[in-house]
């Protein structure tokens, strides 16, 4: 008998609490597993998510990345904004599947728009390089700065270097400088070593 939509949630929260609540260190990841990929069996799109980040980091269960990435990508089909960067990641390395930036970026896409900060910059990141697009660091600025928005270190460090050697925008040491210094401050380790190179 499939699980019924109230019940997947329910093992999905009882899970979900086991896991990130209370003050012990200590958890049965087994148990917290179980119950995420019985969900996730029944189609529960957060739950699948949680099971592919298990997979991924061997919680609960022996580190498979194929089971991670199945698990991811199911969650990604039915919309789930960190599957789908994950996803993205998969196709970007070429890890477990054939490298394929198109994908990539498809995914990056689809990610960055439900709000996801870091596709956002990796959208950035592959319209400067041109991978999976045509190269376009002007259009590369634009997502650097949606994702630099939200205090993103790296991609406050990528604005700065834009602004450094004026690509994708105007040559600007005082916006090098501002980005650097913000990257820094947001705990970006390069950033520093830039605003060193700027005095």
Not at 56 to 68: C, H, R, S
Request: aromatic residues 18%.
């Amino acid at each position: 008998m499939p699980l019924s939509k109230r019940k997947q949630q329910a093992l999905f929260l009882l899970a979900y609490q086991y896991a990130f609540s209370g003050s012990t260190k200590r958890r049965n990841w087994k148990k917290i597993f179980s119950l995420w990929e019985t969900a996730a069996s029944a189609g529960h799109r957060r739950a699948q998510f949680y099971t592919g980040t298990c997979y991924d980091f061997g919680k609960g269960v022996a580190k498979n990345v194929e089971a991670a990435f199945y698990w991811y990508l199911k969650a990604a089909m039915q919309g789930h904004m960190d599957a789908q960067y994950n996803v993205a990641l998969f196709f970007r390395k070429g890890e477990y599947v054939n490298q394929d930036h198109e994908r990539a970026v498809k995914w990056f896409r689809l990610s960055a728009k439900q709000g996801d900060i870091e596709a956002k910059r990796e959208l950035g990141y592959s319209y400067f390089y041109g991978y999976g697009v045509a190269q376009d660091q002007q259009q590369a600025v634009i997502w650097y700065r949606l994702a630099a928005a939200k205090q993103d270190a790296r991609a406050m460090y990528n604005l700065a270097l834009c602004y450094k050697f004026g690509e994708g925008v105007g040559l600007s040491a005082r916006w090098a400088r501002y980005y650097f210094e913000k990257a820094a401050d947001a705990g970006h380790k390069g950033a520093g070593k830039e605003l060193r190179k700027l005095i």
